[in-house]
């Protein structure tokens, strides 16, 4: 029964509708090249710190195709994962290196708040918090990105969004701050349609952005998304495959948890009962072997 509820998450990352080729890049990847520009962008680093950075976007070649970012993970983490992580993890990260590697991808704060928020969820429960953070250093690196930069942002978000009300979240373009001009730049580059990639991480960093401001308004969606120039549709979309995958993972995950609990009790039942057959076979032993019961015995 645990076998069936874990091989139903064999499924695409979030559990999208849509096929996996609908993120690749719109040239073949043969032809594909990574590009590299510094440019200065909005960071959440502090502004005393602030740098120029590397952006790297796919134009067109050279780009590695998933197998090698799997296998670059594989060799990072060497050891087995439990079946109920591992299948969804394998979703995850072909997805993500569609979203990584297409031509118009740009890192940002949101994208990682997303992906950090998926990853805690997947991994809740996890056996070893060491082998949890070991396992997302090797994930991120696999994409040739930074896993501190992604933890660090996702906090510095959080932090941010506790501090915001239903109305100052949307009412960002207003005012200054370094989270509210990240979100103005978001808001140019998908305005002009140049420069951004929407994806499905993006959508899960908006809703949890709404969720640490305690903005339970259905209608506070609908504005941030208008202020930031993101489909609306595309989000609810794919916050309603999100929220679907939590909840296979959660039935399986119980599943799980109840057959491991089996077990245990079978293996108890085992060793009590080996126990008890050593304990008769002494007995026997000590008896049959007893000088004075052998005596009474002729």
Not at 89 to 107: A, D, G, N, S
Request: aromatic share 8%.
């Amino acid at each position: 029964m645990a076998a069936t509820a874990i091989s139903s998450l064999s499924l695409p990352a979030l559990g999208q509708s849509d096929k996996i080729s609908n993120f690749a890049p719109s040239r073949p990847l043969a032809s594909t090249i990574r590009i590299c520009t510094k440019s200065s962008r909005h960071s959440l680093t502090s502004r005393s710190t602030s740098r120029s950075l590397i952006h790297c976007m796919s134009t067109v070649t050279d780009v590695p195709p998933v197998s090698e970012t799997k296998s670059n993970f594989l060799k990072a983490y060497k050891r087995p994962i439990p079946s109920i992580y591992n299948t969804v993890l394998q979703e995850l990260i072909v997805q993500q290196h569609l979203m990584r590697y297409k031509k118009t991808y740009r890192y940002d704060p949101v994208f990682a708040l997303g992906f950090v928020t998926v990853y805690d969820q997947l991994m809740e429960g996890y056996p070893s918090d060491q082998d949890r953070d070991a396992i997302f250093k090797a994930y991120i690196e696999a994409l040739n990105e930074d896993p501190k930069q992604y933890r660090i942002d996702a906090q510095k978000m959080e932090e941010w969004a506790r501090s915001q009300t239903s109305a100052s979240l949307v009412d960002f373009s207003s005012r200054e701050g370094e989270i509210e001009a990240l979100l103005k730049d978001i808001a140019g580059r998908a305005g002009s349609k140049e420069g951004f990639s929407y994806s499905r991480f993006f959508a899960v960093g908006l809703f949890r952005l709404l969720e640490l401001a305690s903005a339970t308004d259905p209608t506070v969606l609908d504005k941030l998304c208008a202020s930031l120039n993101i489909n609306k549709k595309s989000v609810d979309r794919d916050l309603d495959v999100y929220r679907n995958l939590l909840s296979k993972l959660v039935q399986a995950k119980e599943l799980l948890r109840e057959y491991v609990e089996r077990e245990k009790k079978k293996q108890g039942e085992r060793a009590e009962s080996q126990k008890a057959n050593e304990t008769i076979s002494k007995c026997l032993g000590d008896t049959l072997y007893n000088p004075s019961f052998l005596v009474e015995w002729k």
